[in-house]
């Protein structure tokens, strides 16, 4: 089955309709030649806005109801997967295909693989710690709080350096504090305050002295040291094996002989301590301090945990050891993670060393842009390990060599960027282009591109070479391009080095529009792509062509002899009304012709009649026919002569002043009609016609087989109705 792209698109930013069925049965890539404003930059739009899943809009028309549909040869949609536009240039795009070349894929899917199983257990044992800790469970804030409070990074590295800590523990005296009613961080900068830890030292000197009273508990000694005791003993069946223990009251040795007789005797004295009028005294001093919703609410935790005052003296130890007790409560989950995580470290770092061994796809990549790109710098991969292991951005180094000196510079890309041209910054964004065309290379993805004037503003070298890269994978039987561009030089060059003559005709294109649809009308025949070849041939038996070959002529003899010779000056008054125009006949011309080409016979024309004549006569019936089919440049390039010429006929007799013009006649013959008659509100049409005729004129009959772009974009409607319009106002005045 043949392969096909059928695009309808209506009242898509600009466009009103366009229904076109890209066959690529004989080639994979199109050429299309779309003049500024006809459908370029829209096309590319909603082709985008398709990929997104977008709905499309008409920008000046809101209302119009906008439709777009992409379907393959099956009439099934095209998959948004399958869909990549490349734009002329966008500085913020990166392909996100990158790390798929950065190793081959049996060793990524074990690595991804590792790491999915390291990922599950992290996620048990942090989505615990995230409940533990009050910390918000819709972001990773709970891992950095945790590697922040011990300084390490990642926080991998950061539990595997705690780990014989937490495997001796048994400490969990913190475990049932909620660290973010702490450490939310207005409650932390009002921790930090002088006032408050002026009052957090006197409250300790009290704690501490009230401590010391107590008959059991000391300083170093509190309750907390007899909570570790009293769950050593329990866990290791002490009291059960009708053991006891002796608590000093300072005189003697009181016998306890239970964990809940332990337990009473270690809360009354708290109890005491707490309910103390002096230290509640320096607490309700602290609380006054409180005043904001937040500190009160913090207030309120503190009241139920008057034992933490103590440790707000230190915030990053008491970070610590919430952190520790949770994960010493957690040991179990703890330990899943670092097994699973040292058992695939270790393979990880295997595979780490076979990518780093290996030739992968992103060299390709980099030797493709160094080698056939012309840039001030030269490109490097510096952390393929990380990209794998870390999953971090691939870190692309670039290497600037001063020209002159020939020393070589690392720089970051923020820097390389400072000092790139316009045109090397766009070679440079071709780079991630061509990582996301590998990619889908390497993963045999069915590939349409819609490729708009990616070679804009480039110079010639870069330009050929992206010229090159666009036909290299041509050859690649899934990847299907459609290539727009509004420079037809480079449309030419497609035609020319991708496409090839045999199938030209049917694979180029020239976007035409009409006040209803965009057409796509063949450009593949030689009187687009190379006219004056093809003119040649035709320059003895039709018209049109033979007056469509004169400005071509008249840049051969220009060439040939220079601007003052006698045939100069003939083909010069045929383009323009000089004192002679009327007498140059066809023997006249074909005698020209004959110096500067090879059988030259006009045998059909009548020798004696004035070429003047005969232009009027074709653009008289080119304006009289039916709107032709396709481009016919030749009737374009006539068509604008007999604009001129009559234009030129109406300025003639509107001025007053005569005197000849040597040089850009047209031009200057319109100033002196403007000088004359700007004033004269019955000169206003006339003035307004020839101002499109000068506008126009120059650049579109001034030309050569080389560059003829301009009058490409002029539309035949336009110059057909440019060219009545002007012959009835010469009629009307009786110029």
């Known amino acids: 089955m043949p392969e096909i792209l059928h695009i309808q698109f209506a009242n898509c930013y600009g466009i009103k309709k366009i229904d076109y069925k890209f066959d690529f049965t004989k080639k994979n890539v199109f050429a299309v030649y779309a003049p500024n404003g006809t459908m370029k930059t829209s096309f590319a739009k909603t082709c985008k806005d398709y990929i997104a899943e977008t709905a499309p809009k008409d920008l000046m028309f809101p209302d119009r109801e906008s439709?777009?549909?992409?379907?393959?040869?099956?009439?099934?949609?095209?998959?948004?997967?399958?869909?990549?536009?490349?734009?002329?240039?966008?500085?913020?795009y990166k392909s996100d295909k990158v790390s798929t070349l950065l190793v081959n894929q049996e060793l990524r899917g074990r690595y991804e693989e590792i790491l999915k199983g390291i990922e599950l257990e992290k996620n048990l044992l942090f989505n615990k710690l995230?409940?533990?800790?009050?910390?918000?469970?819709?972001?990773?804030?709970?891992?950095?709080?945790?590697?922040?409070?011990?300084?390490?990074?990642?926080?991998?590295?950061?539990?595997?350096?705690?780990?014989?800590?937490?495997?001796t523990s048994e400490d969990t005296q913190f475990a049932s504090i909620i660290y973010n009613k702490i450490f939310d961080d207005k409650v932390v900068a009002f921790l930090n305050t002088k006032d408050f830890k002026k009052q957090i030292t006197s409250y300790i000197e009290k704690y501490d002295t009230l401590i010391s009273s107590t008959k059991y508990l000391r300083k170093g000694f509190n309750h907390y040291n007899v909570a570790d005791i009293q769950k050593s003993l329990t866990n290791n069946g002490f009291f059960k094996a009708k053991h006891t223990v002796n608590l000093f009251n300072g005189s003697s040795k009181d016998e306890v002989d239970s964990v809940e007789s332990l337990q009473e005797i270690i809360q009354q004295e708290m109890n005491t301590v707490l309910n103390d009028e002096s230290i509640a005294k320096e607490f309700h001093a602290i609380d006054a301090k409180l005043t904001t919703a937040q500190l009160r609410e913090f207030r309120d935790y503190l009241f139920n945990n008057k034992h933490l005052l103590p440790e707000l003296t230190d915030l990053e130890g008491l970070k610590r050891k919430i952190w520790l007790a949770y994960l010493t409560e957690q040991k179990q989950l703890f330990i899943n993670l670092l097994d699973i995580y040292k058992s695939g470290k270790e393979e990880v770092e295997h595979i780490i060393g076979v990518a780093k061994a290996e030739s992968t796809e992103w060299k390709g990549v980099i030797d493709i842009f160094n080698k056939r790109f012309k840039v001030p710098f030269q490109l490097e991969m510096k952390n393929q390990d990380d990209v794998i292991l870390k999953s971090a951005s691939p870190n692309l180094t670039f290497i600037f060599k001063d020209q002159e000196g020939g020393e070589t510079q690392s720089v970051s890309e923020a820097d390389l960027m400072k000092v790139l041209s316009q045109g090397e910054k766009r070679a440079f964004y071709l780079l991630n282009i061509i990582f996301e065309?590998?990619?889908?290379?390497?993963?045999?993805?069915?590939?349409?591109?819609?490729?708009?004037?990616?070679?804009?503003?480039?110079?010639?070298?870069?330009?050929?070479?992206?010229?090159?890269?666009?036909?290299?994978?041509?050859?690649?039987?899934?990847?299907?391009?459609?290539?727009?561009?509004?420079?037809?030089?480079?449309?030419?060059?497609?035609?020319?080095?991708m496409l090839g003559e045999a199938v030209q005709?049917?694979?180029?294109?020239?976007?035409?529009r009409n006040t209803t649809e965009i057409k796509m009308v063949p450009a593949g025949h030689k009187n687009i792509t190379n006219p004056f070849s093809d003119w040649k041939k035709k320059l003895n038996t039709c018209p049109v062509t033979?007056?469509?070959?004169?400005?071509?002529?008249?840049?051969?003899?220009?060439?040939?002899?220079?601007?003052?010779?006698?045939?100069?000056?003939?083909?010069?008054?045929?383009?323009?009304?000089?004192?002679?125009?009327?007498?140059?006949?066809?023997?006249?011309?074909?005698?020209?012709?004959?110096?500067?080409?090879?059988?030259?016979?006009?045998?059909?024309?009548?020798?004696?009649?004035?070429?003047?004549?005969?232009?009027?006569?074709?653009?008289?019936?080119?304006?009289?026919?039916?709107?032709?089919?396709?481009?016919?440049?030749?009737?374009?390039?006539?068509?604008?002569?007999?604009?001129?010429?009559?234009?030129?006929?109406?300025?003639?007799?509107?001025?007053?002043?005569?005197?000849?013009?040597?040089?850009?006649?047209?031009?200057?013959?319109?100033?002196?009609?403007?000088?004359?008659?700007?004033?004269?509100?019955?000169?206003?049409?006339?003035?307004?016609?020839?101002?499109?005729?000068?506008?126009?004129?120059?650049?579109?009959?001034?030309?050569?087989?080389?560059?003829?772009?301009?009058i490409l974009d002029m539309s035949n409607e336009h110059l057909r109705s440019l060219y009545h319009d002007l012959k009835s106002l010469k009629i009307e005045i009786g110029a």
């Open 546 to 710: 033979l007056v469509a070959t004169i400005p071509f002529v008249r840049n051969l003899v220009e060439f040939k002899e220079g601007s003052s010779g006698e045939a100069f000056n003939k083909l010069t008054a045929l383009m323009h009304i000089k004192a002679e125009s009327k007498d140059i006949t066809i023997a006249d011309l074909k005698a020209v012709y004959a110096e500067c080409l090879k059988e030259v016979k006009m045998d059909i024309f009548d020798q004696d009649r004035p070429v003047q004549e005969l232009i009027f006569e074709v653009c008289n019936e080119l304006v009289a026919a039916a709107e032709p089919e396709g481009i016919l440049l030749e009737n374009k390039v006539a068509l604008s002569i007999g604009i001129r010429l009559v234009a030129e006929e109406i300025m003639w007799f509107c001025v007053t002043n005569k005197d000849v013009i040597t040089k850009n006649q047209t031009h200057k013959l319109f100033l002196r009609l403007k000088l004359e008659h700007g004033m004269n509100d019955q000169y206003e049409n006339k003035i307004k016609l020839c101002e499109l005729v000068n506008l126009m004129t120059p650049e579109n009959i001034h030309l050569n087989s080389f560059m003829y772009e301009p």
């Open 67 to 92: 439709t777009y549909s992409i379907k393959n040869s099956t009439g099934n949609d095209v998959l948004k997967e399958e869909l990549l536009v490349i734009e002329p240039y966008n500085e913020q």
């Open 505 to 512: 005709r049917d694979n180029s294109m020239i976007a035409e």
């Open 437 to 497: 065309i590998r990619a889908r290379l390497k993963s045999s993805q069915k590939s349409y591109f819609i490729i708009d004037d990616i070679a804009d503003s480039f110079d010639y070298k870069n330009k050929y070479a992206i010229i090159e890269y666009l036909n290299d994978i041509s050859h690649t039987g899934n990847f299907y391009q459609i290539i727009l561009t509004h420079n037809f030089d480079f449309f030419r060059t497609i035609q020319s080095r």
């Open 130 to 167: 995230k409940q533990l800790s009050g910390i918000s469970t819709r972001d990773n804030s709970a891992e950095v709080a945790l590697a922040s409070s011990f300084g390490r990074d990642p926080i991998l590295e950061t539990l595997l350096a705690l780990e014989e800590t937490i495997l």
